[in-house]
């Protein structure tokens, strides 16, 4: 038996209290079957100090909701963790890039198909106005570190930037696609799971369930599976589990939206085996 700990939100922060318990029960499961015992530990409670987390065994940053609005920290705790050498899976370094979506230009450059992008230091109507100018409207205008849609925005005119990114973004062109679905491959060590499909509700383009998105377990296509692989192999680095977001344009094919390493939902209720293979992950990962 492992002692294992799931980061979880602040439990200060209301905005989660009512939804947190539930998932992290979903991710117990698995490996309470395994016979492990786990343990749901706030990661705000260990920010500059990492000895609350050293006696166990690993340590999964799965519902560390909310870092994105307290970014400064999130880096810092990551950065603490690292130099104490705790078993954080995924590693430290992982989770502090990868909680800034700049790294879809870094992959960009490592030849991975995402949609054009124009990384921005400040949304203001210049801005707005350049991309609808090279995309065309609509426009998608997100912050490079957000979560859930947070401040992410679709515009066809720079009147209607209301509430916006107030830090550094992103601006894409909206793709149609969407509407069809989002496709998200979950890995576990390295393996492929499963495969679900995430619709928005009509007339909307986010696919989170609360706004309205269904989501579907389905087969994953080759040339989805391509992809993901393409982005795992540009990653080079020792990844407990991942979810790859793509979407499949009519134009350019499969484009990563993003690759979300951090805190992903699993989806283990579309799971066949209902996170057996993310079980069987954690194992291999404590059998070293």
Known sequence: MARLAILTPDPTDPSYASHWPGVVERLTAPLAADGHEVTAAPWTDHVEDASGLKHFDLILPLVVWGYHREHAQWRIACETWERAGLPVANPPSVLN????????????EAGVAIPQTLFVDRVDAAAVEAALAQFGAP???????????????????????????QERAMIQPYLPAIE????????????????????PAAGDF??????GG?????????????????????????????RIDMVEDAEHGWLLMEAELI??????????DGGAAF????????AG
Do not use: M
Request: aromatic fraction near 8%; proline fraction near 4%.
């Open 206 to 211: 986010r696919i989170q369930v609360q706004y």
């Open 279 to 286: 079980a069987e992950a954690v194992a291999r990962r404590l």
């Open 180 to 199: 069809q679905g989002e496709l998200s491959l979950l890995w576990f060590g390295g393996r492929l799971s499963h495969a679900v499909r995430k619709r």
């Open 214 to 242: 269904l989501y579907e377990a389905v087969e994953a296509p080759n040339g989805a599976v391509a992809l993901a692989e393409q982005v795992l192999g540009a990653i080079e680095e020792d990844l407990l589990y991942a």
């Open 97 to 108: 890039w990868n909680s800034d979506k700049s790294y879809l230009g870094r992959l960009a």
């Open 263 to 272: 805190e992903p939902d699993f989806y283990l209720g579309q799971a066949p």
């Open 139 to 165: 426009v998608i205008v997100k912050p490079v570190v957000s979560g859930g849609a947070w401040r992410t925005l679709k515009l066809s005119s720079a009147r209607e930037l209301i509430d916006g990114p």
